[in-house]
């Protein structure tokens, strides 16, 4: 199961209660007080670990929640620190505050945190302090005091936490444009291929290999259709997972083996990029002419340079392998920043069609 948005409940431990004890021995039958200081409650803490893809672990344990700290005891014993809690998540993991009424906070909210570094930790709630014993009740006017405090209750809350796929490039089009193909050719990446529309349920991420020991990651979401941005298909649920993406690849079915026009698909996907969020209008993109080795692709191909003769276009076949090779090396180059003026792919920067 693939889960990149759940609300959790979080609740950080309840401090221990302080302890009323007194020093009883032999040959001290009336000592004074000696009762320890309740333990700490545990803190829920967010770790960022690569190994963790995506969100399933919380959608089993919706309700996070730390231990107590243990009570204080006798002879100024304080009592046992709990253990935090400790909840991994995928690098890219974004948390926002949210309600318990099932209320959409991600939207035009700041986050919490924004976990982007393996490794990063972040304390969602603190657990409550342990209560005061008797110990610290003990004056020249009061000998036995039988005070205490009991421990703090621990911070809780209701979060949204929603998963944006970090990725060097990410790969757009529409269903069956032959993204998942592309990627088996990039990368060592193994997504579902199939020969009907949305076989891409969600997000996969491959890497492939640079020159100089360099590598690149390239991310693969479902296929867009026209009003994705409104919420129309399966592509919208997945947009997020390119807002981290430098790259945007459009990848297009110029032989329009679907029945559809790919200089309409270029121009609708670009629109819904940019309905979704203006500033992605804005990042480096290329276009990936696919299917070649159809029929009407070459014809095709020519009436989209000539509609926009100022984007580089790259043809090539995913499912033969086509052309790969020069998508590779104009790839590597763009995301190396070492681009020359015989690299198949020029411009593309921030003009839209």
């Known amino acids: 199961m693939f889960v990149d948005r759940i609300k959790a409940?979080?609740?950080?431990?309840?401090?221990?209660?302080?302890?009323?004890?007194?020093?009883?021995?032999?040959?001290?039958?009336?000592?004074?007080?000696?009762?320890?200081?309740?333990?700490?409650?545990g803190d829920v803490v967010l770790r960022a670990d690569r190994h963790v893809d995506n969100l399933a672990n919380l959608f089993y344990e919706p309700l996070v929640k730390a231990k107590n700290g243990t009570h204080g005891?006798?002879?100024?014993?304080?009592?046992?620190?709990?253990?935090?809690?400790?909840?991994?998540?995928?690098?890219?993991?974004?948390?926002?505050?949210?309600?318990?009424?099932?209320?959409?906070?991600?939207?035009?909210?700041?986050?919490?945190?924004?976990?982007?570094?393996?490794?990063?930790?972040?304390?969602?709630c603190r657990g409550g302090e342990g209560g005061k014993g008797n110990v610290?009740?003990?004056?020249?006017?009061?000998?036995?005091?039988?005070?205490?405090?009991?421990g703090v209750e621990g911070e809780q809350g209701y979060f949204l936490l929603e998963l944006r796929t970090i990725a060097d490039a990410g790969l757009v089009g529409y269903p069956n444009a032959g993204k998942s193909t592309l990627?088996?050719?990039?990368?060592?990446?193994?997504?579902?291929?199939?020969?009907?529309?949305?076989?891409?349920?969600?997000?996969?991420?491959?890497m492939m290999e640079l020159p100089g020991y360099r590598h690149a990651t390239i991310a693969d979401?479902?296929?867009?259709?026209?009003?994705?941005?409104?919420?129309?298909?399966?592509?919208?649920?997945?947009l997020r997972h390119i807002t981290r993406c430098p790259i945007l690849i459009f990848v297009i079915d110029v032989a329009g083996?679907?029945?559809?026009?790919?200089?309409?698909?270029?121009?609708?996907?670009?629109?819904?990029?940019?309905?979704?969020?203006?500033?992605?209008?804005?990042?480096?993109?290329?276009?990936?002419?696919?299917?070649?080795?159809?029929?009407n692709a070459n014809e095709n191909?020519?009436?989209?340079?000539?509609?926009?003769?100022?984007?580089?276009?790259?043809?090539?076949?995913a499912a033969n392998g086509e052309g790969i090779d020069t998508l590779k090396k104009a790839l590597a180059e763009r995301m190396t920043g070492d681009q020359d003026v015989s690299s198949p792919i020029k411009g593309g920067q921030a003009e839209n069609p």
């Open 301 to 317: 191909l020519e009436t989209l340079r000539e509609k926009f003769p100022k984007i580089s276009i790259v043809p090539i076949s």
């Open 9 to 41: 409940f979080a609740q950080a431990g309840k401090g221990g209660r302080g302890c009323v004890s007194f020093r009883r021995e032999k040959f001290v039958p009336k000592g004074g007080p000696d009762g320890g200081d309740g333990g700490r409650g």
């Open 183 to 206: 990627l088996r050719k990039l990368s060592a990446a193994r997504p579902k291929v199939a020969a009907y529309p949305f076989t891409t349920l969600h997000p996969v991420v491959g």
């Open 73 to 124: 005891k006798g002879k100024k014993m304080a009592g046992r620190a709990a253990a935090n809690k400790i909840v991994k998540v995928p690098v890219g993991t974004m948390v926002y505050l949210a309600s318990g009424d099932g209320t959409d906070e991600s939207q035009g909210s700041q986050p919490v945190v924004d976990l982007v570094r393996d490794g990063k930790e972040f304390v969602l």
């Open 136 to 150: 610290h009740f003990k004056s020249s006017r009061n000998r036995a005091p039988r005070q205490y405090t009991d």
């Open 221 to 238: 979401i479902p296929g867009l259709i026209e009003g994705a941005h409104r919420g129309i298909g399966l592509g919208h649920e997945f």
């Open 257 to 295: 083996s679907e029945g559809r026009s790919p200089v309409e698909d270029l121009q609708n996907l670009r629109k819904e990029i940019d309905l979704y969020d203006p500033m992605l209008s804005s990042r480096s993109w290329l276009v990936v002419a696919n299917k070649m080795d159809l029929p």
